[in-house]
């Protein structure tokens, strides 16, 4: 049952450090960014090809896939979204050309790294385990535990504190406000997706690390749950994420411990349906759901 | 020459038919995505249904399955969108994927559908079923388009606030495209199962709706045979693809998403607007105005009281908007509602209008009373309609397809007479368009009728919004701000337009800053501070008053503007 | 004028309704070209005209995995039977992208715009099951290479398969892992979202019961999933003497790797998905004990075997799996239809299909019923210092 918990506990971990950068990007700037898979994919891919054709350790080979996953945000909200800025249906035109871009990300990846998962080196990460109380872990599950709190909570700080963060809180709020005090809209906005791509590349990678590999699915398995994470977490609130991501992967070991395996799909939408029908501002959502 | 090409014919007619049930939500600006969910309902409860035998000997037993699939859809839809309509935007389009997800696992788990081993039904429908279909959802997706229920789905996409000032019932339009989305992908569902002949949960997952939005969008939600463009388009380029000798497996993914970033970047409204660019100008309908508005209910004498406030007052938090307001507005008077910007004047209004409830005290207007929110439709049908202080006219729509939703409380629904082409429909739409043109001609439009609202000038947008309110023929119409930005001259024209609707036995509501214009206009003047109403009364006798001086007007020094 | 007009709309209308409601009888035409009739029989049979055989494989998309390694196998073996002369193919591959449609419109292509003489695929059971209808009306003798769900054959006496269903190679790895582990308990985890391996689930209850081996824990988890954590705790709760799983390849290394790291040391059994050289690569140490049912193995000592192995090695710088050799033996099966009457149209073949009787293949000596199913001898396998080795009997 322990052990249970801490299934949860990591598997939680991955759903939330996806979705903080899924949440960041939607809580700022009110974009549903559904290209945040395919760059989450495509930061497992870069560090698996980073491992094996650059020989870079893992504490190069992270920093390296975040920096990726930033120039794939960069690139992502010039072409999708900027583009949009201002027209009526920026947000519904928005969904789509994110989902455009994700798609001709998956080609791409398809193009250079063909149809097979692809794998680390093996003994790539000491692949070290411990048994503490009982329980069962490895030394990638506590790096991807350990890794993700960090990221987290840097990110928490960064937002709260820092001169960038000030400036991306005020672009949330009221983005006319902000342009008209000297923020630098733009530069909050590709800031934005930038440390929200990075967060997601990084995010891939460290699955695929726990996975030993990686395979072109790897983003869709888990962007719907991402859904039901940042829904339950509240919209924009990255404390929120954190606590729904562990919070699922909790509720979901703990239906197939207790009920059935065969309903651990349903969890996360069920959870998500719920949510939305009884309490749109999720468990730490600020302001109320913005109409329209 | 298309013997052998059967399949890809049905694919796309298939393809349209998903395409639809986005179609008409989109129309709409809902962005549902349960329609997997709907489909496999569809297809798994007409497999129960279905006859295993032609009926009568030759008749295709899909027959049978297609109102089933339609009903069972629209039912879902329905029962889905109680709880789920309140949400709007992305928040609507998360909770209806995850619909669909839990419908797929749902039926994965359940043990009459065989679970991901799936069902096996014979495969019956043909290229001329699948596009008679097709055709006939066309159809009914064109009819729909010029009726007032097509420009009610299109002012709710618009804008949803001021659709409901116009009369516009919108959680009942976006409910009935809801379940219209549903019953076409209960359509689809059928279809799917007696064309490949088999289905299991994983045939509706989340991919196929994105095939189905993708298709929808790419060919364009604004012009009825979108989807059938956007599903040939898109059947198209593996095809194409293959012409060309291009092997790679990427490039069809690729290719797809690089045209679908094009489109909406460039062409959002997909490309069947590129078809449909040529729009002809529409013909003025001349009748008369007395004909036009004939046979509807005279106005209210002059004098008699047409809505009444007590102690209304409206709080967000602990700021109080508007409080303990005591008003009585008397038909056929020009009322001026003056004050400093943030003193409440556009709340006021829009609890009048029944855009806002108020938090405190009561009152009725036009005999509805001011209390539930969401009921701003149910003043505009008793004869409230207004104008904006920031103008919300429907970009999309030209100025007379604007005003045209303005007339939404006096037009009669035409869709299902449209269906049959029966004349009293066209007699009715004729009436209606009458109406529009005479406002149109009455705040000097009418030449410019086929514009977009971004292509006409402010003052012309201004006045534009004035037609549209003034095109379902109020009793109270409630103008905010609408010389903002006028210079005298169309200010004095606007002065005009204002005393002539009140000979015509309209009351108006009129919250202006020009002072200038409200002295010489109204015949009744409030002030309001800060939330209260420190004056009402005739109008010199509110300028001099020193509460009034004090709070806003200021005493004029010689030379000064009469601005504020 | 109008009337008429109306008139004649109104009968364009009622009579493409009238077409489109009604159904009727549609008999597949005979088809039989002389051009296709060669002389001789066997080995010196010689036709002229060119033997066209279609291919619908998933190259792109989610069953990607298996396509490429089928198309290998396939323009390997049709490249060396081009070599024997006498018969000249010409094979047209078509990529399905995994999609159903797709495989619907390149099965019409390579049946009624290529008219090929027999059809070989498509990638999955769930494709073949709406396409392999259409070949039968249309009466285009089709091999299935690794479409292993239950029913297929019966579709029609058009439809074979060289593709041993995974209840065979269950049904045989079982027994054979029960004799050399004494199983008694043990712990089943399936993918229910697939098809194929929700129907492989089923036959492995029916062969366990048979058995008389107690399922101590059964979990099921979702094609998508990456984490089966939750699920191999409860399996390593309980004690258990095997954990026999059914999953797509794309699942194979995370949850054999998983399941060593949560502790379970109980041998693992596996079915066809893990009959593959990538999961030995993928798992390295963890792979050791994996016992593997299926229809091929790289270390049986079948007619040919070797030299296939050699060659695709050789050609596609990478070692053949599963996929790859039963798409090579379709294409010798099928040359042998051929040559039997040297006539290449599709009824002689189909007829000829029905007749293979112990025909020697790297699967080893294969037969097919005239109701499309083949027998074979099942592999077992264990993974001995990072190779497999057969598990003796």
Known sequence: MVQQLANGVFAGSIYALFAIGFTLVFGILRHLNLAHAAIFTAGAFAGIELAVRADLPAWAMFPAVAAIGAAAGLVLERTAFRPLAGRDDEHFAGLISSIAFGGVLIAVLQARYGTEPRSFPLEYFPNRLYEVAGVRVTLTQILTLALALVLMLGLAWLVSSSPMGRAMRAVAENPTAARVLGVNVGLVTAGTYALSSGLGAVAGALLALNLGQADRGLGASIELIGFAVIVLGGLGSLWGAMAAGLVLGLAEALTVHWFDSAWKGMVAFAVLFAVLVLRPRGLFGGAAVREV | ?564 | MRFNRTTGALAAAAALLTTAACVSEESAADQTDSALVGTGTGAECSIDETVKIGAVLSLTEGAAFAGEYQRQGLELAYEELNALGGVEYELIVEDDMTDLETSVAAFEKLIDRDGVTALIGPTLSNQAFTTYPDAQSAGVPTVGISTTAEGIPEIGDYIFRVSLPEEIALAASIPAAKEALDLERVAVLYDSADEFTASAFSTISDVLADEGIEIAVEESFQTSDTDFSAQLSKVQETEVDAVILSALPAATVPLVKQARDLGIEAPIVGGNAFNSPVLVGGLGDAAEGLIVGGAWSSAADTPGNAEFIEAFTARYDRAPDQFAAQAYTAAYVIDNAVRADCDANRDAVKDNLGQVLEFDSVLGPLSLSESGEITQEPFTQIVEDGEFTLLAN
Request: hydrophobic content about 50%; some cysteine.
């Open chain 2, 1 to 564: 020459m298309l013997a052998g090409y059967d399949t890809l014919i049905t694919a796309i007619a298939l393809g349209a038919i998903l395409a639809y049930s986005f179609h008409i939500v989109l129309m709409a600006g809902q962005l549902s995505l349960a329609q997997a969910g709907f489909a496999a309902l569809g297809a798994y409860v007409s497999t129960l249904v279905v006859p295993v035998e032609p009926l009568f000997g030759s008749l295709s037993p899909v027959l049978v399955g297609l109102p089933v699939g339609a009903t069972v859809g629209a039912a879902a839809a329905f029962l889905l969108g109680l709880p789920v309509l309140r949400l709007r935007g992305v928040f609507l389009a998360i909770a209806t994927i995850a619909f669909g997800e839990m419908v797929r696992v749902f039926l994965n788990n359940v043990e009459w559908t065989n679970g991901p081993l799936g069902l096996r039904v014979e495969k019956w429908v043909t290229v001329d079923f699948a596009w008679i279909v097709v055709a006939v959802l066309a159809y009914l997706v064109w009819r729909l388009g010029p009726s007032r229920t097509g420009r009610a789905f299109a002012a709710v996409r618009e804008d949803e606030l001021a659709a409901g000032s116009m009369g516009v019932d919108v959680v009942r339009t976006r409910m009935t495209s809801f379940v219209a989305s549903g019953a076409i992908a209960g359509v689809y569902g059928v279809m799917f199962a007696y064309f490949f002949g088999r289905i299991t949960p994983a045939s509706f997952d989340f991919s196929l709706m994105l095939d189905g939005l993708v298709t929808a969008v790419v060919g364009g939600y604004l012009v009825f045979f979108g989807p059938v463009i956007g599903s040939g388009f898109l059947t198209a380029v593996p095809e194409i693809q293959k012409a060309l000798g291009l092997e790679a497996g990427w490039i069809h993914p690729l290719v797809t998403g690089l045209l679908l970033l094009a489109v909406i970047v460039f062409l959002p409204g997909g490309l069947s607007t590129l078809l449909a660019r040529v729009h002809r100008r529409p013909r003025p309908v001349g009748a008369d105005e007395e004909d036009a508005f004939a046979g509807l209910p005279p106005l209210p004498a002059p004098g008699m009281t047409i809505a009444r406030l007590r102690g209304v007052e409206k709080r967000y938090g602990a700021v109080r908007a508007v409080q303990g307001v005591d008003l009585e507005i008397r038909s056929g008077e020009i009322l001026g509602v003056i004050g400093p910007n943030g003193a409440g004047k556009t709340t006021l209004v829009n609890m009048i209008s029944g855009l806002v409830p108020p938090t405190g005290g009561e009152g009725d207007v036009l005999g509805v009373g001011l209390g539930r929110p969401g009921l701003a439709h149910r003043f505009a049908g008793a004869g409230v309609s207004r104008t904006f202080q920031h103008s919300k006219l429907f970009h999309r729509l030209n100025a007379l397809d604007n005003v045209l939703v303005g007339a939404h409380p006096i037009a009669r629904p035409t869709y299902l007479r449209r269906l049959f082409w029966l004349p009293s429909a066209r007699r009715d739409e004729r009436r209606t368009l009458a109406l529009a043109w005479a406002q149109l001609r009455r705040v000097g439009l009418a030449d410019r009728a086929h514009l977009r609202p971004g292509a006409l000038s402010y003052g012309d947008q201004r006045r534009l919004e004035i037609a549209r309110a003034l095109a379902g023929r109020p009793t109270l119409l409630i103008l905010d701000e609408p010389a903002a930005g006028m210079n005298h001259v169309e200010a004095a024209e606007l002065a005009a337009l204002i005393r002539s609707l009140a000979e015509d036995g309209i009351t108006v509501l009129l919250i202006e800053h020009n002072v200038r214009m409200v002295l010489e206009t109204c015949t009744r003047l409030a002030v309001m501070n800060f939330g209260e109403l420190i004056a009402t009364g005739e109008p010199r006798a509110v300028a001099a008053d020193p509460k009034v001086v004090e709070a806003y007007l200021g005493a004029p020094e010689p030379g000064e503007s009469e601005h504020v």
